[in-house]
């Protein structure tokens, strides 16, 4: 998979949501890698960050792609430790011991998943 095909399923996976309109996800993928560097949600409040994340998470599973990131607020109303939180509820950990840089193993965490079934 290539970054524009990755880009393009998040699109219609946002598009099939109804979130199109609603959300920014900015991602892309190297290295066989993804490397997510926004969620922005232009109402608030409404489960819509929620809602685009687990499609993102969704399609990244599928073709078994790791995710790394930059814990950044957009803006001065977002808390960074409750977005950290956020991220942590969703599988994500910290790299290295540093305090903004977050990794999601996503083939690692499946195997895990099954091995336990």
């Known amino acids: 998979?290539?970054?524009?095909?990755?880009?393009?399923?998040?699109?219609?996976?946002?598009?099939?949501?109804?979130?199109?309109?609603?959300?920014?996800?900015?991602?892309?993928?190297?290295?066989?890698?993804?490397?997510?560097?926004?969620?922005?949600?232009?109402?608030?409040?409404?489960?819509?960050?929620k809602r685009a994340l687990e499609c993102f998470l969704s399609i990244c599973d599928e073709h078994c792609l790791d995710i790394r990131l930059i814990v950044r607020p957009l803006d001065d109303s977002t808390d960074k430790a409750k977005l950290i939180a956020w991220y942590v509820r969703n599988d994500f950990v910290f790299v290295d011991g540093q305090c903004s840089k977050m990794r999601r193993k996503t083939c690692h965490r499946l195997l895990s998943s099954n091995d336990q079934n």
């Open 1 to 49: 998979m290539t970054s524009d095909e990755l880009v393009e399923k998040v699109q219609i996976a946002l598009s099939n949501a109804g979130l199109s309109n609603v959300v920014t996800l900015d991602c892309e993928l190297s290295n066989g890698e993804v490397s997510l560097d926004r969620i922005d949600s232009k109402v608030r409040g409404q489960g819509n960050g």
